[in-house]
Nanobody, 115 residues
């Protein structure tokens, strides 16, 4: 059974950085797309970034240039490096593993950007 477990969230000041990790149990992630999404209080869940099995990343305009998604297939892990954080980045961040016949979500990790 596949499980996704996110970690690395916490409280950070504006302008600071955090690195989120998402470890997948079960089969290898190497053939799946891996994505990060977030949901702020009172808002719908929104897409943040995706990395395909070839390693190329795509980003929402709101995080482009500040966030970097990466993956380590050997560790079955995807990362989200978040720099220059803003208060509007405050949200629960979710990891997603998906592809043909595959769609799994983690339970999320809370990121709070506040002074």
């Amino acid at each position: 059974q596949v499980q996704l477990v996110e970690s690395g969230g916490g409280l950070v000041q504006p302008g600071g950085s955090l690195r989120l990790s998402c470890v997948s149990s079960g089969s290898s992630i190497s053939l799946n797309h891996m994505g990060w999404y977030r949901q702020a209080p009172g808002n719908e869940r929104e897409w943040v970034a995706t990395i395909i099995d070839g390693g190329y990343g795509n980003y929402a305009d709101s995080v482009k240039g500040r966030f970097t998604i990466s993956r380590d297939n050997a560790k079955n892990t995807v990362y989200l490096q978040m720099n220059s954080l803003k208060p509007e980045d405050t949200a629960v961040y979710y990891c997603r593993r998906y592809g043909v016949g595959v769609d799994y979500w983690g339970k999320g990790t809370l990121v709070t950007v506040s002074s």
